[in-house]
């Protein structure tokens, strides 16, 4: 999985309010006893297509959602969820050779 992020987002997005990404992603996920929502950061995600969406990190799992999928770009959206546990390496990536505004995320599935 390769994600590319906006590094412009590190402070946060213009006037909006951090605390409705948690919001949402409560929506989405059944957060674990212990688990602690960090931050989150737009990006897309490399597949067939590049998708646009956010990544949500926690302290138990990283969380990538898109109201876009690869099947039928228009309807259904992408949500995957990589647990801590599973994810063997990260590490930083070049976008087009230039931009080094991308990651990779490997996990033991591949």
Known sequence: MVLETNKNDEKGEKGENPDKYLDFLQAKISFLPDE?????FSCALSDK??????LYITNKRL????IFNPS???FGDTFIQIPKKDINKIEKRFNAIVFDNSI????VNG
Request: charged letters at 15%; one cysteine or more.
């Open 49 to 54: 297509i590049l998708l646009t969406g956010r």
């Open 72 to 74: 039928n770009v228009f």
């Open 104 to 107: 990779s995320i490997t996990t």
């Open 63 to 66: 969380c990538f959602h898109s």
């Open 36 to 40: 602690k929502f960090f931050k989150s």
